[in-house]
């Protein structure tokens, strides 16, 4: 064989066997990530992607009436072209998390892809994959840039148009001490359902996260 084609081969082993590793299947959130490294039995509410002016000022209307803090994993393209909405999520002591520049599953792409996805995305110590989906490689590109990984206990499924009902049953029946909700901006029915699941969370004797308990750098980093 010559040098060229040994080396070629070579070559497309060494790349096969990089994307077979950022493609697999992810391996399972650990229960400090579903938990977001949250060490009492608060409850978290996040929010995800996006959201039109009207969204995201009624989400931060309802939690500024309840006095509720939450997280919101921001898109960073739609970031870059809402730096009033960012700034006002955080002027409100939400804490602001990264969730990629564009939203694309990382599975399959490659490392140098995924890192630009990550560090071009919002600056802070928490990272959200976009579906949920990532692996130990992805996890650990994501730490080598400073960023835990926030992942949930609870999907409201409200990104697939999820009634309130339906969404409040779900939750209700999943509620636990220590559970992060996944909600998503731009849910249909997320803001109809806010102050009700929030009155629900408290009738249980749950309490919603304080301001500054669960955003510190999580153990992992001390
Ligand atoms: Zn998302």
Redesign the pocket.
């Known amino acids: 064989m010559s040098l060229l084609a040994s080396t070629k081969l070579r070559f497309s082993h060494a790349a096969s066997v990089a994307l077979h590793h950022y493609a697999d299947w992810r391996i399972g959130a650990t229960s400090l990530e579903k938990h977001c490294y949250k060490t009492s039995d608060s409850v978290l509410l996040t929010f ?2 996006y959201g039109s002016q009207s969204e995201v000022s009624e989400i931060l209307q309802v939690l500024a009436e309840q006095q509720v803090k939450a997280m919101f ?1 921001l ?1 960073g393209d739609w970031a870059a072209l809402h730096p009033e909405l960012v700034h006002s999520i955080a002027a409100a002591g939400h804490v602001v998390g990264n ?1 990629t520049v564009t ?1 694309p599953v990382l599975l399959g792409l490659s490392p140098e892809v995924i890192k630009q996805e990550i560090s071009q995305g919002l600056p802070g110590l928490w990272f ?1 994959p ?2 949920g989906r990532y692996n130990a490689a992805i996890r650990e590109l994501a730490r080598g840039l400073g960023y835990a990984i926030c992942y949930w206990t609870i999907d409201s499924r409200d ?1 697939a148009g999820t009634s309130v009902v339906e969404m409040r049953h779900t939750i209700l029946q999943e509620l636990k001490p220590g559970a992060v909700i996944l909600f ?1 901006l731009h849910g249909a029915h997320t803001r109809e359902l806010l102050p009700t699941i929030i009155a629900d969370i408290r009738k249980d004797g749950l309490e919603l996260t304080p301001s500054t308990e669960s955003w510190q750098l999580p153990p992992a980093y001390l």
């Open positions: 995800d992607d994993f898109q969730h939203h959200r976009p579906q990104w998503h």
